[in-house]
């Protein structure tokens, strides 16, 4: 209670003595108001690096993407007629083109038995074998007496060792033996040819697969015949996986596709621009305020100046000599110190050049040249690795920071201390001078009395 505001402090003295106290304590707590402010502006120093940890990652993130092969193996690929034939391609195919006559598509085997009166027939009068293969594997599906068609089907989809095939009883509308059991594979293509071995004793066969060559797909590419077991095809253009839908002919092409290329290097402009800027704004003057920015004191302030070197990197991985510095992309510096990408140059070099810019960012491997984009990215993992120059931004602010509030408490705590000390030594003073004041008064009363008297007597 010492060290807060005692509201009848100088009551008895008549002196503004907790004022006074105030205006003191105020005086000693500038250096712990100075160091808290230090503290608050610390913290936002910590949250600004982890900003520009942030972007520089961004812009290591579009540096990796220009450094990796993939980036520059984009491939499309067209199909003169989707409703015969549909295609994808996979990156890195060489570019080609070819003719593809689909003279038949893979279909799926089917058996179908004999019909019966009714769905609700019976199949059999005693315990017996239904008995497939498909591809050459075999199944038997034990049938209890008295088993009905429909619940033959059940009893073949619901085994265990189904081999795929779908069993269902199918309606063909009039007749005697409208009801009909059908297999069917589930897949189509020879390899899943369906052969029928037993049936129970009260049922028929009908139909067989006569040819199982006659369920694979034929094809034609260039001139040469091709017989498959699917309607997807992925080994006779090399890269290229054909969705076939229909008989017909289709030309089939495939080419290079750059039109991600200019995305990713302008993206990696971007970042680079955001990350310039960001340090701009925290470290120019800020004539209002009367101050540099947040990171003007620290090591940040350098790092627009390195990537600046960066961007002005010489890779010579290229044979042609057609790119070897970002300039010829159509770089340009701004007077802020951010660039600009001429798009008209960038265009043409696409288009033009396109290995000559992978070599540029990937470099060459087998000669030990690094690409820029290995270069930048290479840079920026080191800048912002637990180690790096933000990490050690980040601990020294910390430990600043850690430093400050020991200090501010402890510098309270003798603050608070002496302050109480001093509390009470006015209370102290504020006892005494009421206690004088209150001498000074009977005196005085005194002296008035005396005076009274004497006055009355000399009347006399």
């Given at each position: 209670?010492?060290?807060?505001?005692?509201?009848?402090?100088?009551?008895?003295?008549?002196?503004?003595?907790?004022?006074?106290?105030?205006?003191?304590?105020?005086?000693?707590?500038?250096?712990?108001?100075?160091?808290?402010?230090?503290?608050?502006?610390?913290?936002?120093?910590?949250?600004?690096?982890?900003?520009?940890?942030?972007?520089?990652?961004?812009?290591?993130?579009?540096?990796?993407?220009?450094?990796?092969?993939?980036?520059?193996?984009?491939?499309?690929?067209?199909?003169?007629?989707?409703?015969?034939?549909?295609?994808?391609?996979?990156?890195?195919?060489?570019?080609?083109?070819?003719?593809?006559?689909?003279?038949?598509?893979?279909?799926?085997?089917?058996?179908?038995?004999?019909?019966?009166?009714?769905?609700?027939?019976?199949?059999?009068?005693?315990?017996?074998?239904?008995?497939?293969?498909?591809?050459?594997?075999?199944?038997?599906?034990?049938?209890?007496?008295?088993?009905?068609?429909s619940d033959l089907a059940d009893l073949i989809n619901s085994d265990q060792?189904?081999?795929?095939?779908?069993?269902?009883?199918?309606?063909?509308?009039?007749?005697?033996?409208?009801?009909?059991?059908?297999?069917?594979?589930?897949?189509?293509?020879?390899?899943?040819?369906?052969?029928?071995?037993?049936?129970?004793?009260?049922?028929?066969?009908?139909?067989?697969?006569?040819?199982?060559?006659?369920?694979?797909?034929?094809?034609?590419?260039?001139?040469?015949?091709?017989?498959?077991?699917?309607?997807?095809?992925?080994?006779?253009?090399?890269?290229?996986?054909?969705?076939?839908?229909?008989?017909?002919?289709?030309?089939?092409?495939?080419?290079?596709?750059?039109?991600?290329?200019?995305?990713?290097?302008?993206?990696?402009?971007?970042?680079?621009?955001?990350?310039?800027?960001?340090?701009?704004?925290?470290?120019?003057?800020?004539?209002?305020?009367?101050?540099?920015?947040?990171?003007?004191?620290?090591?940040?302030?350098?790092?627009?100046?390195?990537?600046?070197?960066?961007?002005?990197?010489?890779?010579?991985a290229d044979s042609a000599k057609k790119v070897t510095t970002f300039f010829?992309?159509?770089?340009?510096?701004?007077?802020?110190?951010?660039?600009?990408?001429?798009?008209?140059?960038?265009?043409?070099?696409?288009?033009?050049?396109?290995?000559?810019?992978?070599?540029?960012?990937?470099?060459?491997?087998?000669?030990?040249?690094?690409?820029?984009?290995?270069?930048?990215?290479?840079?920026?993992?080191?800048?912002?690795?637990?180690?790096?120059?933000?990490?050690?931004?980040?601990?020294?602010?910390?430990?600043?920071?850690?430093?400050?509030?020991?200090?501010?408490?402890?510098?309270?705590?003798?603050?608070?201390?002496?302050?109480?000390?001093?509390?009470?030594?006015?209370?102290?003073?504020?006892?005494?001078?009421?206690?004088?004041?209150?001498?000074?008064?009977?005196?005085?009363?005194?002296?008035?009395?005396?005076?009274?008297?004497?006055?009355?007597?000399?009347?006399?």
């Amino acid at each position: 209670m010492a060290t807060g505001t005692i509201s009848t402090l100088g009551v008895g003295s008549g002196l503004e003595l907790q004022s006074i106290l105030d205006q003191l304590k105020a005086v000693d707590k500038e250096l712990i108001t100075r160091k808290e402010n230090e503290v608050t502006a610390l913290g936002v120093q910590l949250n600004e690096f982890t900003v520009v940890n942030n972007l520089l990652l961004t812009m290591k993130s579009a540096a990796l993407d220009l450094s990796l092969s993939s980036t520059y193996f984009n491939r499309t690929v067209t199909s003169s007629d989707e409703s015969v034939a549909t295609a994808t391609v996979i990156s890195g195919t060489a570019e080609q083109s070819g003719s593809v006559s689909v003279e038949r598509l893979a279909s799926k085997s089917a058996w179908l038995a004999s019909g019966m009166s009714e769905k609700d027939s019976l199949v059999n009068t005693v315990e017996g074998l239904f008995r497939y293969s498909l591809g050459g594997a075999e199944v038997s599906v034990t049938v209890p007496a008295d088993t009905k068609l429909s619940d033959l089907a059940d009893l073949i989809n619901s085994d265990q060792n189904n081999a795929g095939v779908t069993a269902k009883v199918i309606d063909t509308g009039s007749g005697s033996e409208r009801y009909q059991l059908m297999l069917q594979a589930d897949a189509p293509g020879s390899t899943n040819s369906i052969s029928i071995a037993e049936i129970p004793d009260l049922m028929a066969m009908q139909r067989q697969e006569a040819n199982a060559e006659a369920l694979d797909a034929k094809l034609v590419v260039d001139n040469v015949t091709y017989y498959r077991g699917s309607n997807t095809v992925d080994d006779v253009m090399p890269g290229v996986t054909l969705n076939f839908q229909k008989i017909g002919d289709v030309s089939i092409a495939v080419a290079s596709d750059n039109s991600g290329l200019a995305e990713k290097i302008t993206s990696f402009v971007t970042a680079y621009n955001d990350v310039v800027q960001e340090i701009s704004n925290n470290t120019k003057y800020d004539s209002e305020k009367g101050s540099f920015g947040i990171l003007a004191r620290t090591t940040l302030r350098d790092l627009p100046y390195a990537l600046q070197n960066l961007m002005t990197k010489s890779v010579d991985a290229d044979s042609a000599k057609k790119v070897t510095t970002f300039f010829d992309l159509g770089l340009e510096f701004n007077r802020d110190g951010t660039i600009s990408i001429n798009q008209d140059v960038l265009s043409a070099a696409i288009a033009a050049t396109p290995d000559s810019i992978s070599a540029f960012f990937t470099g060459d491997q087998e000669k030990g040249i690094s690409g820029f984009a290995d270069t930048v990215n290479d840079y920026l993992r080191e800048a912002t690795g637990g180690s790096g120059q933000i990490a050690a931004e980040k601990t020294g602010a910390q430990t600043r920071i850690d430093d400050l509030n020991l200090s501010i408490e402890a510098q309270t705590q003798r603050l608070d201390k002496r302050y109480e000390i001093l509390t009470k030594q006015f209370v102290e003073l504020d006892r005494y001078m009421s206690q004088m004041k209150s001498m000074g008064n009977y005196l005085t009363g005194q002296f008035d009395s005396l005076s009274n008297m004497l006055s009355g007597s000399s009347n006399k």
